[in-house]
C-alpha cells in the first residue's frame, strides 16, 4: 500500500502501526497479541519498548490506548498486507467469557472451600433429609435457624455441622426459648381472661393472635431491659417488623407494661420456691428525688448467688422507720408470702432511719433478724473527719475549674496526657481518687494553671494557694498524708462492695487496716516532708512527719472507736464476719479451728440450733480434710468447691446461708446508679415502667 505524502515510519512508528492491527484483530477474530509481536521481534522489524513490550505481553488497555493515539499520527492503515499467524493445531484456546446475547462459551462457577454447592440437591430436600435439626429455606439457601447461619448443601458439610457442639447448644437453647415462650402465651391468656375487663380499648382484645402478641411482649420487655424510651419504637418500627409480625405503636405497647411487671414478679416467686434462706439489703436516696430500693439475696441449691430487685419506689418525701419497716413487710409477707424464719438479715448503711426501721422490724415480725451496717459506707465515713482545711478548698475549686469548663479538661489532657479525675458526689472515695491523680502531677499544677485561659476566677484562686510558700507547704503536706492513709482504706472499700462471697473475707480486711492503722506507714508523706525539708534533715522531717499526722488523727481514732467499741452495732456485725470465715477453706485450714470455732457460728441466729452446731461438730474432721485438699483458684471458685462438698451436708447448709449475707448495701447504689440513667433520659417514666425497666436491668442483665 503507497505510503501518503509527507509521512515518514521510523521503527518505533512501525511497531506502533502493527501493535494497532494486531489489536484491532484481536477484537475481530480473537487472535492473541503476544505471539505476533513476539514474532516481529525477533525478525528485529520491530524495536525493543518497555511500553510496547508490556503491551505486546499483557493485553494492557491502557498501554495499547498510548499505542492507538501514536497510530492515529502515523497515518494509514498498512495492516492488510500483513499475513494472518497461524496457530499450531496442538495450542489450546483459553475459554474466555464473552458478553451478548450471542456468547456459547459457558463458565462454570467458581465455588469457594467449604461452600461448595451440590447441584443435583436442593435446599428443600435437604431439609426433608434432617428434619429435626431446625433447618429451613431462606433465599433459596439451606439455613440453620439454631445457629443463625447458612449452611452449603454438600452432604458431608451438612453431617459436620448437625454434630457440631455450636448446633448441639443452639438447639438447646432455642427448645429453651421456645419453652419460655409458650409459657408466655400461656400466661398472657390467663391474664386477658382476669383482666377482660379492663382490656378493651387498650389494643390488648382477644382478637389479637398469640404469636402477635408474644412479639409485642417481647419488643417491649427488650427495650425496657435496654433503658430504650418506649416511645423509641414507634421509630424503630419499620426495623423491627422487617421478617416478624407486625406491631402496634408504642402507646399499645405501654398497655402490655402491668402483665410484664406482673410476670417478672411471679418468676421471682419461683426463683424463691425452694425457700432458701435470705437476706434483705436496702437504701433510700435523695438523688433522684426520693427512692428506696430493696434487693433480696440468696443462694440458690448448686450454691449459685442471685439478687433480685423487688421493689423501687419513688416517694414524695422522706420515708420515716415506720414506712420503711412497712414497705420492707409489705414485700416479704405480703407480696412473696415468705417465711418468716427463712429472713435472715438486713443489710443497710448507718442512717439513723435505717437504723429504726430494723428496730421496727425485730419488735413486730423478725427478732432473730441479724443487721449489718454497710461497711463500705462506714470506710468512706473515715475519710470525711480528715483535718485538712487548705486541701478541702483547694480541692473543692480544682473540682469546679474542670465541672465547669470542658476547655480546661482538654488543656489538662494536652498538658499531661491523661484524663483528668471526675468527681462524684455519689460514688465512695471519687475525691480521694482526684487527690491521688493530683498529688503524683503536683509538679505540673502551677504551670498548667498559669497558661490556662480559662474560668479567669477560678484559676486565680488555686494560684494564690499555690504561689503562696507558706500555705503551698501545708497544702502539699495535707495531700501527701492523704493519699498515705486513705489509698489502703479505698482498696478495702472496693473490696467489700462486691456481689460475690466476700462475707468470709471480710474481717481479714477490717483486721489489715486496724494493723495499717497501727503500723502508720507513709511513703508518699515521707517523700514529700523530705523534699520540703531540703539540708535540714533529719530534725525537719520528723517535724513534717508530725504536723502530717495531726491531720488524720481525728479519722485514725474514729475508726478505732467506731470498730473496736463493744457496744455498737458495727461491732456486732464484726462479730459475725470472725465467726463466718471458717466457711472459708482455706482460712479454715490456716486458723486450724475446732469445736470453739463451730460454736461461734451460734452468733448467726439461724444456725444457733444445737442439732445444727452437733452435725458440723461430728463433720468438722472431714470438712478439714476436704480443706487441706480444697483448690480454690480462678477454674474453681470458692461457691463451686461448696458445691461438691455433699458428703458434708451439715456444712453444705452452713455456707449457703452465710453466703446468703453481704457486707455492703452496694446492690442497692447500683440500682440507684441506673435510676439515675432512666430518669435523665424519660423523666414522665409512670411509676410501674419505671419499677419494670429497673428490675429487668437490674434482676435479668446480671
Known amino acids: 500500500m503507497p505510503e501518503k505524502e509527507g509521512t515518514t515510519h521510523t521503527p518505533e512508528c512501525k511497531g506502533t502501526v502493527v501493535a494497532m492491527a494486531m489489536r484491532r484483530r484481536s477484537k475481530e477474530d480473537g487472535t492473541a497479541l503476544g505471539i505476533t509481536f513476539a514474532f516481529l521481534r525477533m525478525e528485529g522489524d520491530i524495536e525493543s519498548d518497555p511500553v510496547r513490550d508490556r503491551a505486546c505481553d499483557y493485553g494492557s488497555e491502557s498501554d495499547l490506548d498510548v499505542l492507538d493515539e501514536n497510530y492515529e499520527n502515523a497515518g494509514s492503515e ?33 465455588v469457594a472451600h467449604g461452600h461448595s454447592t451440590a447441584v443435583s440437591i436442593s435446599p428443600q430436600q435437604r ?18 435457624e439454631a445457629c443463625h447461619t447458612t ?14 457442639t455450636r448446633h448441639k447448644s443452639g438447639k438447646l437453647a432455642a427448645k429453651e426459648q421456645g419453652v419460655r415462650q409458650q409459657r408466655v402465651v400461656q400466661t398472657w391468656e390467663q391474664y386477658q381472661r382476669r383482666h377482660a375487663s ?46 416478624a409480625e407486625r406491631l402496634t405503636d408504642s402507646t399499645h405497647l405501654a398497655s402490655y407494661i402491668p402483665f410484664i411487671l406482673e410476670s417478672e414478679k411471679e418468676s421471682i416467686k419461683q426463683e424463691l420456691s425452694e425457700k432458701p434462706h435470705i437476706s434483705v439489703i436496702f437504701d433510700g436516696s435523695t438523688y433522684q428525688g426520693e427512692a428506696l430500693v430493696i434487693v433480696l439475696r440468696f443462694v440458690s441449691s448448686d450454691f449459685k448467688i442471685y439478687q433480685r430487685l423487688v421493689r423501687v419506689r419513688v416517694l414524695a418525701k422522706s420515708l420515716k422507720g415506720q414506712e420503711l419497716a412497712r414497705e420492707i413487710i409489705a414485700v416479704l409477707s405480703t407480696e412473696l408470702q415468705y417465711p418468716t424464719e427463712k429472713f435472715i438479715a438486713v443489710t443497710r448503711d448507718g442512717a439513723s432511719v435505717n437504723g429504726a426501721a430494723v428496730d421496727l422490724l425485730k419488735d413486730v415480725m423478725y427478732p432473730d433478724l441479724v443487721d449489718i ?93 499555690l504561689e503562696d510558700d507558706g500555705e503551698q507547704r501545708v497544702l502539699r503536706l495535707q495531700l501527701a498524708i492523704t493519699v498515705d492513709v486513705g489509698k489502703l482504706f479505698v482498696q478495702k472499700t472496693y473490696l467489700l462492695e462486691g456481689d460475690g462471697d466476700m462475707i468470709v473475707d471480710a474481717y481479714t480486711h477490717l483486721q489489715e487496716l486496724i494493723t495499717a492503722a497501727a503500723i502508720q506507714h507513709y511513703p508518699v508523706t515521707m517523700a514529700a516532708a523530705q523534699a520540703m525539708a531540703g539540708d535540714n534533715q533529719p530534725h525537719d522531717v520528723a517535724q ?17 472507736t467506731r470498730f473496736n467499741h463493744c457496744d455498737s452495732k458495727l461491732y456486732q456485725a464484726i462479730r459475725l464476719f470472725k465467726a463466718v470465715r471458717i466457711l472459708d477453706p482455706a482460712q479454715a485450714t490456716r486458723l486450724r479451728i475446732g469445736v470453739p470455732n463451730v460454736e461461734g457460728l451460734r452468733v448467726l441466729p439461724a444456725l444457733d440450733k444445737d442439732e445444727a452446731i452437733a452435725q458440723l461438730v461430728e ?84
Open 78 to 110: 498498512p495492516w492488510e498486507d500483513l499475513a494472518e499467524a497461524r496457530e499450531a493445531t496442538i495450542a489450546r484456546k483459553r475459554s474466555m467469557e464473552r458478553s451478548g446475547k450471542d456468547s456459547t462459551i459457558s463458565k462454570k462457577p467458581r
Open 127 to 144: 431439609v426433608k433429609e434432617f428434619p429435626d435439626e431446625m433447618f429451613v429455606t431462606s433465599a433459596g439457601k439451606l439455613f440453620c
Open 151 to 164: 449452611i452449603a448443601l454438600k452432604k458431608s458439610i451438612v453431617k459436620d455441622h448437625v454434630v457440631s
Open 198 to 243: 379492663e382490656l378493651p380499648g387498650t389494643g390488648l382484645s382477644a382478637a389479637v393472635a398469640p404469636d402477635i402478641s408474644l412479639r409485642r411482649i417481647e419488643v417491649t420487655t427488650a427495650m425496657l431491659k435496654a433503658g430504650i424510651p418506649l416511645a423509641k419504637a414507634d421509630l424503630l418500627r419499620s426495623v423491627l417488623e422487617h421478617g
Open 373 to 465: 451496717i454497710c461497711m463500705s459506707h462506714s470506710l468512706d465515713n473515715v475519710g470525711k473527719r480528715f483535718a485538712t482545711p487548705e486541701l478541702t478548698r483547694f480541692l473543692q475549686s480544682w473540682v469546679s475549674l474542670f465541672s465547669h469548663s470542658p476547655a480546661s479538661k482538654m488543656a489538662w489532657r494536652d498538658f499531661t496526657n491523661e484524663a483528668i479525675k471526675s468527681y462524684s458526689c455519689t460514688r465512695w472515695w471519687s475525691w480521694w481518687e482526684m487527690l491521688s491523680q493530683l498529688q503524683k502531677q503536683f509538679d505540673h499544677v502551677l504551670p498548667f494553671l498559669r497558661g490556662l485561659e480559662s474560668c479567669p476566677a477560678i484559676r486565680a484562686a488555686l494560684l494564690a494557694m
Open 544 to 560: 513534717l512527719l508530725t504536723q502530717a499526722k495531726t491531720y488524720v488523727l481525728t479519722a485514725i481514732q474514729y475508726f478505732r
Open 619 to 702: 463433720e468438722l474432721p472431714a470438712y478439714l480434710v476436704a480443706a487441706e485438699e480444697a483448690t480454690v483458684d480462678e477454674e474453681t471458685t470458692r461457691l463451686q468447691w461448696w458445691s461438691m462438698q455433699s458428703h458434708i451436708p451439715g456444712w453444705q447448709a452452713a455456707a449457703r446461708i452465710v453466703f446468703a449475707l453481704l457486707p455492703s448495701s452496694a446492690p442497692a447504689e447500683r440500682v440507684f446508679s441506673l435510676l439515675s440513667l432512666i430518669s435523665h433520659l424519660q423523666r414522665n417514666m409512670l411509676s410501674d415502667q419505671l419499677e419494670l425497666s429497673l428490675m429487668l436491668q437490674y434482676n435479668r442483665g446480671r
